[in-house]
């Protein structure tokens, strides 16, 4: 884990190093009842939609968790770096990484009000599903060309 002595970037350090499907009803301590969140396939806000985008991770991967490399703490946001590891359930069994960052503002109470994930969905996950994955492999080496 990494060290930070800004609590509240702390906390949610932990929370995502640790988080299980049982921690997802405990998300309310950690966002804002109003966050908003966005990652390259969801964009919801208010914590619900946030719970939900959690729940489907679940329903769709085996052992996912994250790694957190590093923080970066200025006022009242952070931006953490990341791994994401996990495996899928319909396809491949073998351990995937897709490697990342969020971007977190904190509100006055030391809640997320705004999440936003930065990852490179063409490259981190797409490349490697079957099928899909050999036709965007082509795709980048012509574009490469």
């Known amino acids: ?6 609590p509240r970037t702390a906390r949610v350090i932990a929370l995502f190093e640790e ?8 998300l309310g301590e950690f966002y804002a009842p109003d966050a908003r969140f966005k990652d390259p396939f969801n964009e919801v806000q208010g914590l619900p939609g946030i719970q939900a985008v959690f729940e489907h991770m679940y329903a ?3 052992e ?14 952070c931006f953490l770096v990341w791994d994401f590891l996990f495996r899928f359930k319909r396809f491949s069994s073998e351990p995937q990484c897709v490697r990342g960052g969020s971007h977190l503002q904190f509100g006055a109470d030391g ?10 969905a063409a490259e981190e996950l797409y490349e490697k ?5 050999a036709l ?8 490469n060309n």
Do not use: C, N
């Open 19 to 26: 988080l299980t499907p049982a921690d997802l009803l405990r």
């Open 111 to 120: 809640r997320i009000t705004q999440h936003r994930d930065y990852w490179d």
């Open 64 to 77: 996912p968790r994250f790694v957190v490399h590093e923080a970066i703490v200025q006022g009242g946001q």
């Open 136 to 143: 965007m492999r082509w795709l980048k080496r012509r574009a």
């Open 129 to 133: 599903l079957p099928g899909v994955g």
């Open 1 to 6: 884990m990494v060290i930070t002595d800004d």
């Open 60 to 62: 769709s991967l085996h």
